[in-house]
């Protein structure tokens, strides 16, 4: 295919390529090549010390880039490969460090999606990418959002079209004695404990985001995990994550001081907004403000929801609002990946 020895020809002149994936797109670039993996750094914005994952052509693969490789990851990348699975492994002294980050660990995946697993085959190498986004704001899900991100910084981006999961990989941390969940991601906790079964501690496995995470976990993801900080996924103006009662009483205020305000929610967009449109005239001015109230809705399904998200975070950005209300999702297993992203998109507005 052309757009694929396109895509390779660029990668091998120390270009940067977007690359479609079942979680969102990345910003590739030659992971041997410490030149290329620079200007990704650059082009993101994002610091140097924040490692690349590296995506595989399979899993055989993991050993040019691993050393020391537990069972547990065998039986992970055979169950979830290709797929939305990154494991952190110890680093083959053959890795650029620049890729790491300077750390002796490395990240590794094989994404499920054809254009790209394609692209890696036929590269034979590994792709180094993380997110094709600005560092610090909302990932792109299409190749459209990609080039609203990118602009001209990216030489190319090969289009595969919407990603079909849109939240990022779940990452599992595989390179100390006690394995765990670095980011919450569609593979769920027991999925993951379904497959390495009694090799893995369960307590220690999972450490909930950011209330209930423990100090301890929460000090060390931040440090081995960078991207794992809080304001990260974020819209540029002010998110406000509320449970639903307290979204309604902000929403009115918004109305009454004339701000502007837009809604994602479960709950249907309510009638009275709309009757205050019609009366327009006979109410205060402010009341005008509601017909401009855009109103998204999540979907009752979390995988759904997940697919959705980030678009809708973009469409409500762009509508330059005052404020973005959010409500809660349910504090459940299926959600927690959502909540985590929406957690650290409302930071610092909602604590
Ligand atoms: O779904 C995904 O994982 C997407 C697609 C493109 O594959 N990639 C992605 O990359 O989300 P990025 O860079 O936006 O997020 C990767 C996260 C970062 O928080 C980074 O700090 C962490 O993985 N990470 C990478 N290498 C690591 C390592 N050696 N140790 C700990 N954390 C690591
Ligand atoms: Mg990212």
């Not at 995946?109 to 610090?136: C, D, M, Q, W």
């Not at 994550?241 to 902000?250: A, G, V």
């Amino acid at each position: 295919m052309k757009i694929i020895e396109r895509a390779i020809t660029l990668l091998l002149e120390g270009e940067l390529v977007a690359i479609p994936t079942e979680t969102v797109y990345g910003l590739g670039a030659d992971a041997k090549n410490p030149a290329a993996v620079q200007k990704v750094f650059t082009v993101k914005g994002r610091p140097t010390t924040n490692p690349l994952i590296i995506h595989l052509p399979n899993w055989d693969a993991m050993t040019d880039w691993a050393i020391d490789i537990p069972d547990s990851a065998y039986q992970l990348a055979k169950a979830f490969w290709p797929g939305p699975l990154t494991l952190i492994l110890k680093r083959h002294p053959s890795v650029p460090k620049i890729v790491t980050g300077g750390q002796d660990t490395v990240a590794l995946r094989v994404p499920n999606h054809p254009l790209t697993l394609e692209l890696l085959e036929r590269f034979k190498g590994g792709i180094a990418a993380p997110s094709a986004n600005r560092y610090g704001r909302i990932s792109p899900t299409t190749a459209e959002h990609v080039r609203e991100e990118l602009g001209d910084a990216v030489s190319y981006i090969l289009d595969g079209g919407p990603c079909q999961i849109g939240i990022e990989s779940t990452i599992v941390y595989l390179a100390g004695d006690n394995p765990f969940i670095l980011r919450q991601g569609s593979i769920l906790k027991r999925q993951i404990l379904n497959v390495t079964q009694s090799n893995f501690d369960t307590n220690n496995l999972y450490k909930p985001i950011r209330d209930s995470l423990s100090e301890e976990i929460s000090t060390f993801a931040a440090i081995i995990t960078p991207g794992s900080s809080t304001s990260h996924y974020a819209p540029v103006h002010p998110l406000f994550l509320l449970k639903k009662e307290q979204l309604f009483k902000m929403l009115l205020q918004s109305i009454r001081t004339q701000k502007k305000a837009v809604v994602l929610s479960f709950t249907k967009k309510p009638e009275f907004l709309n009757f205050f449109n019609q009366t327009v005239g006979e109410k205060p001015d402010s009341y005008e403000k509601t017909k401009d109230i855009q109103w998204l809705n999540f979907s009752n399904d979390a995988t759904s929801a997940a697919q959705q998200l980030y678009h809708q975070l973009r469409t409500l950005d762009k509508l330059k609002p005052d404020y973005i209300l959010i409500e809660e999702p349910p504090d459940t297993e299926e959600w927690l990946a959502i909540r985590d992203r929406l957690f650290r998109a409302a930071s610092p507005h909602s604590f």
